[in-house]
C-alpha cells in the first residue's frame, strides 16, 4: 500500500506529509517462492505497488548524492532531495511533499534550503503566530543571482525577495503568515520558489528553479470536562466525532482535557462512544 496524505496532526503541531514522491508503480522486484505469479515480469520477479517500491529508489538517489559528496549530512542530503524535486502539476504538499525526486538535480542542487520544508504548525482560532524564517544556502563555487516568488496567499511579504548569493553565503528570508481571519478550519500548503541566475546582474535565461513547500492547519481548540465521573478512576477510550485520533486518558475526578478540532467551536460536543477499564 501507499503512504497516507499528510499533513501528520497531534496535539498542538502539523507537519506537512509526504517529504517526497518517487516511482513506485508496477515496480519489478524480486519475487519470494511462488507469491504472486499473475504479477510476473519475468521467471524471478514481480510487479509490485506501495511505497517499498518507492523508498529504494530515494535511498539509490542518496546514495549517489553521498558518493559526489561525502561530507553531506542527512539534513543536507535530504535538502537537496526536497529542493530539486518537480512538481507534479495539480497537487498540493500534503499529496507530493517537494514533488517528484529529480537524481540529477539533486547531485548538485546550487543552493539549498534550511529547513527542508516550513511546517507553520497548528493555528489556533485565527492566530497567525511570530514571524516565520528560512535560510537558502549558495553550495556552489559561483555567485548565483536569487529571485523568489511564492504560490502561497497566506504571506505579505518575502524580506528581500531578490538578492545576490557568493559562494558559501546564505541569505536569512522572513515572511509573516497572515489573511487567514476569514479561512474555513483546515489545511493549507502551498510552495515558495527560489529563481536561479548564474549571476548576480541576472542576465541570460533562469538556470533553474528550486523551491520548499509551506503548510499550517487552521483549528479551534475545544475543552471537554467531566466534573462529577461515576466509575473508579481508570483507562478510558473517547472518542469524538470530530477528534482526530482516539485519544486514551485517565479519568480522574473533575477530570479536563483540550483537544484541537477541524470543526467550528458552535458545533455541540457530541460523545460517540465510551469504553472504562476501571483501575481496581
Not at 65 to 91: F, H, R
Not at 118 to 128: A, V
Not at 131 to 157: A, C, E, H, W
Not at 187 to 215: H, M, T
Request: aromatic share 10%; hydrophobic share 35%; with cysteine.
Amino acid at each position: 500500500s501507499f503512504s497516507s496524505k499528510g499533513p501528520v496532526v497531534w496535539r498542538v503541531d502539523s507537519i506537512i506529509k509526504q517529504d517526497i514522491v518517487a516511482p513506485g508503480v508496477a515496480i519489478c522486484a524480486a519475487q519470494y517462492d511462488n507469491w504472486l505469479p499473475e504479477k510476473r515480469c519475468d521467471s524471478n520477479h514481480i510487479a509490485i505497488s506501495g511505497t517499498s517500491m518507492a523508498t529504494p529508489h530515494i535511498a539509490g538517489v542518496a546514495a549517489l548524492l553521498l558518493q559526489k559528496n561525502p561530507a553531506w549530512t542527512p539534513d543536507v542530503v535530504k535538502e537537496a532531495l526536497m529542493s530539486t524535486a518537480e512538481s507534479l502539476g495539480g497537487l498540493d504538499a500534503y499529496t507530493q511533499g517537494a514533488g517528484f525526486v529529480n537524481s540529477e538535480k539533486a547531485v548538485d542542487p546550487q543552493i539549498l534550503f534550511e529547513p527542508s520544508s516550513l511546517n507553520l504548525g497548528i493555528r489556533i482560532n485565527s492566530d497567525p503566530g511570530p514571524g516565520q524564517s528560512f535560510t537558502i544556502k549558495n553550495i556552489g563555487n559561483s555567485s548565483k543571482g536569487v529571485k523568489l516568488r511564492t504560490d502561497f496567499p497566506y504571506t505579505n511579504r518575502l524580506g528581500q525577495s531578490t538578492f545576490c548569493l557568493t559562494p558559501n553565503s546564505e541569505e536569512v528570508v522572513t515572511f509573516d503568515l497572515t489573511g487567514i481571519e476569514n479561512i474555513p478550519l483546515g489545511n493549507y500548503s502551498g510552495y515558495i520558489e527560489a529563481k536561479l541566475w548564474n549571476d548576480c546582474q541576472f542576465s541570460g535565461g533562469v538556470l533553474r528553479d528550486n523551491k520548499i513547500p509551506v503548510g499550517f492547519s487552521k483549528y479551534n481548540i475545544i475543552e471537554l470536562k467531566i466534573d462529577s465521573p461515576q466509575y473508579f478512576p481508570g483507562e478510558a477510550e473517547v472518542k469524538y466525532g470530530f477528534l482526530l485520533e482516539p485519544l486514551f486518558i485517565f479519568f480522574p475526578p473533575n477530570f479536563k482535557h483540550k483537544f484541537i478540532s477541524r470543526e467550528p467551536l458552535e458545533q455541540k460536543i457530541r460523545l460517540q462512544t465510551l469504553s472504562f477499564t476501571p483501575n481496581l
